[in-house]
């Protein structure tokens, strides 16, 4: 595609020349006669490069690079000048423009400033290109996953970070709420102002508001001098509410109004702070069911709520299990640690309780206790090998089903049936579906649904 140059310049004959010169380069070139007529061309055609004269009547060289700076800053903009005013173009220059050539000038001088003009605006592109990809990479960096359910939380977070609107995060202890949380504050316009978090559930309910609206001296036993509270320390930014779940019922209207009308009030103080700060709250709570029960205001609920994310639990997206492993190994500096065919089974039939959070615990736990390089089933503990408690674990003798007494999950026991069939008949299909009494059909299905790899594999 041809780039797109536009002259401007009350010249006939100058601009005559100029277009041919710059066409039979292989540009596609636009001619005005005027300032007010360039500016119309350039609104119309949006050129990546544009070359004025600096002296026309109406609208001059100056006006005119002002109005396309405006409208434009990242256009290019190239001055022409006689001799005697060369001191106008670089004025020029300090307000935006590329570069100045002055007449009397020739062919090649003007293809050789037109073609740096063009090669520097490319250079601009790739860098603002690669500076966005950057931007991108390190803002889900703590955040793991290539399944299609954190596809969803990535594709709503690049939508709703550089706007105002108010995040509820939601999800089981563990999942990265936080981490969220985070990476929606650094992609927005905000991410150079303060990211505060305070977690509901950690302070006393007596010392919540203070440590949320701050509080002036005196205003209660204790209040020696007066403290900023997390809603001002946040002022410009954003502040993060985990588990809001957990706020105090009493609390929940000055929160509210907080939102409501962006302003809020210390303890025991008179005079109201006016703050702008984007709220991003989480909850591992079921929060609909707190709305049932009144524990929660549900004006309150739809402040925080909206943007909704659900950020899904580890064994809903096992298949970013492996994904986290050696994340986590090269995080704690044991990037050459692998993991085998049956240590790994035992991590996807786990049902991961304590989420990313528990994984991340054992691969550290496993990485110091290690013998070798590879980290094998005999290596797990107890707990991950059983599927539960080390003696919280299913059963069978004879034809009695011995199921623990916090219970038990049916898929989890119809996977580790299939595992055991297919151990004993030395990973033959045919003969581990004999075993079953099923169809081998019904055996390949059951593989596929629960990822189960032989040790080969």
């Known amino acids: 595609m041809k780039s797109k140059i536009l002259i401007i310049d009350d010249d006939t004959s100058l601009r005559r020349v100029l277009e041919y010169n710059l066409q039979e380069a292989g540009y596609q070139v636009y001619v005005a006669a005027g300032g007010e007529e360039g500016l119309r061309l350039f609104l119309e055609e949006n050129p990546i490069l544009v070359i004025s004269d600096m002296k026309m009547p109406g609208m001059d060289g100056m006006q005119l690079l002002k109005a396309v700076k405006e409208r434009s800053p990242e256009t290019l903009v190239i001055m022409i000048t006689a001799f005697g005013t060369v001191d106008m173009a670089v004025e020029a220059m300090k307000a935006g423009a590329y570069d100045y050539i002055t007449k009397p000038f020739n062919r090649d001088e003007l293809r050789l400033i037109v073609a740096k003009a063009l090669q520097f605006n490319g250079l601009a592109t790739e860098n603002k290109r690669l500076k966005s990809e950057l931007s991108d990479r390190r803002d889900f960096s703590s955040i793991i996953g290539s399944s299609p359910q954190m596809g969803k939380v990535f594709e709503i977070v690049r939508k709703v970070a550089d706007t105002d609107a ?130 929660f205001r549900d004006d309150l609920y739809y402040r925080l709520a909206v943007i909704p994310i659900h950020l899904p639990s580890l064994r809903e997206r096992r298949e970013d299990i492996a994904l986290l492993l050696r994340y ?56 991950i090998v059983n599927g539960g408690s ?33 151990e004993r008949n030395h990973w033959n299909q045919t003969a581990a579906a004999k075993f079953l009494s099923i169809p081998r059909h019904t055996l390949i299905y059951r593989i596929v649904k629960y990822g189960i790899l032989s040790p080969e594999k």
């Open 166 to 295: 108010s995040v509820l995060i939601t999800g089981e202890s563990g999942t990265g709420k936080e981490l969220v949380a985070r990476s929606i504050h650094t992609q927005s316009a905000r991410k150079n102002a303060p990211f505060v978090a305070i977690n509901c559930a950690a302070i006393p309910r007596d010392l919540l508001e203070s440590e949320l609206f701050g509080h002036v001296k005196g205003a209660f036993t204790g209040a020696t001098k007066d403290k900023t509270g997390k809603f001002q320390l946040a002022d410009g930014g954003t502040l993060f509410l985990d588990e809001v779940g957990e706020l105090p019922l009493e609390l929940q209207p000055k929160l509210l109004r907080a939102l409501q009308e962006k302003v809020i009030e210390p303890v025991g103080g008179t005079k109201p702070h006016k703050l702008d700060v984007r709220m991003v709250s989480a909850t591992n709570l079921d929060i609909e069911k707190a709305l049932v029960d009144a524990t």
């Open 390 to 422: 080390a003696t919280g674990t299913a059963s069978v003798a004879g034809n009695v089903i011995n199921l623990p007494d916090e219970g038990y999950p049916l898929e989890q026991l119809e996977r580790e049936v299939v595992v055991e069939a297919l």
């Open 328 to 383: 986590f190994c090269g995080k704690h500096g044991a990037k050459e640690v692998r993991f085998d065919a049956r240590a790994m089974e035992t991590f996807n039939s786990y049902r991961w309780p304590g989420n990313v959070r528990e994984l991340e615990n054992l691969v550290e736990r496993l990485l110091i206790m290690r013998s070798s390089d590879t980290i094998t089933r005999d290596d797990l503990p107890d707990k």
